[in-house]
């Protein structure tokens, strides 16, 4: 409605410089306007008062089943260092993301617009901790608690009732954890999640390093963390597919740059894995790399890459691309289940589709 009240100023402002000269006549007749402005606005589609960026690209024919190739890409908030990690609070109908960098988990909803949602979020110690400290990937659990990947604090949390944190797991046979990336959930209470070294100071040269490798794990509702496979430079980006019975990794090797699917067995490890997608033939269409992704009710991936969001097919095909001209880091439903919501570089971004995610 903002262009009614920008309306509205002008009828008023023009109304008080000349109020001697207009009769009762010409007044209510800019209010007659003004009511049928009120009453086309409420009778119709309101256009978005939020900037748009980039654009949707089409490399195949099923992409109008899943997404308008005029939809287009809202951004709904900026200014932050890097944004990553977005999860949708289906109960509150707000999103949360990691500013990593600012050590700080943002809140933005439709209603009361952004704020700060918790501060420290990844790293409580008081020594300086590099580059990015904070959380980074944030999930809502079955009960509506936000899991937290932390960087800084090296571990996998939950936020508890009333505040309070607690540890989920923060080391793997007494060695602690490079710096929890991602997580993904599945519907019996397994996490899994990724941990490569994007959080430590010096990154792989750190001195606090107590692993020589980059893992995937898995971590049991009892709290048994089971290595899954080290055979990644850099896991990233993780999800499930509908079934539960495929999980995707993503590898932010910026000389690899891939998605590998692996068949998940019924005690929840991990079968031999396959590559699902090779973006290093994309890579000089824009900025960015694999990391993450969500997956719709239809099994098709809406992954991170080079230059925007791939949108790929169970079988791996690229179906399209949206195109924001950023560094785009993650992705995540909300709303009803068709918006998108997308993490990138200094923004925060939304794009409507005609499909749902998983769990709506």
């Not at 949360?96 to 009361?112: G, L």
Request: glycine content about 12%.
């Amino acid at each position: 409605m903002g262009w009614v009240r920008q309306y509205w100023v002008v009828c008023s402002s023009e109304l008080q410089n000349s109020s001697r000269m207009i009769s009762k006549r010409f007044l209510f007749a800019w209010i007659a306007v003004l009511g049928w402005a009120v009453f086309a606005w409420a009778n119709t589609d309101v256009p978005s008062n939020y900037p748009t960026i980039g654009k949707i690209n089409k490399m195949d024919g099923r992409l109008d089943v899943l997404i308008d190739p005029d939809a287009k890409i809202e951004v709904l908030a900026s200014g932050f260092v890097w944004s990553e990690g977005p999860a949708w609070n289906k109960q509150g109908s707000f999103l949360v993301f990691s500013d990593i960098p600012r050590n700080v988990v943002m809140k933005w909803s439709e209603t009361e617009g952004l704020s700060v949602f918790m501060k420290p979020s990844g790293y409580t110690g008081i020594d300086d901790y590099g580059r990015e400290p904070g959380s980074n990937g944030l999930l809502f659990d079955s009960e509506g608690r936000l899991t937290l990947c932390e960087h800084g604090d090296r571990r996998v949390s939950v936020l508890t009732e009333g505040g309070g944190k607690r540890t989920l797991a923060d080391n793997y046979r007494g060695k602690r954890f490079n710096s929890p990336n991602d997580l993904v959930y599945a519907s019996n209470g397994n996490l899994y999640f990724t941990d490569p070294i994007y959080g430590l100071p010096k990154r792989e040269n750190d001195s606090k390093r107590e692993m020589d490798y980059c893992g995937v794990y898995l971590l049991r509702p009892d709290g048994e963390v089971v290595l899954l496979t080290k055979d990644f430079s850099r896991p990233n980006g993780i999800g499930l597919s509908p079934d539960e019975k495929t999980l995707y990794v993503a590898q932010s090797d910026s000389a690899a740059p891939i998605v590998r699917s692996f068949p998940i067995r019924n005690d929840g490890s991990l079968g031999e894995g396959k590559l699902f997608f090779d973006a290093l033939p994309y890579k000089g269409d824009g900025v960015g790399n694999c990391d993450g992704m969500a997956i719709d009710q239809d099994g098709n991936l809406w992954a991170t890459g080079p230059g925007g969001i791939y949108i790929l097919s169970p079988n791996g095909d690229l179906l399209g691309r949206i195109e924001t001209g950023e560094h785009s880091s993650n992705c995540a439903w909300g709303d009803d289940g068709s918006t998108l919501y997308m993490t990138v570089d200094m923004y925060v971004c939304r794009v409507k589709t005609r499909v749902k995610g998983i769990g709506f």
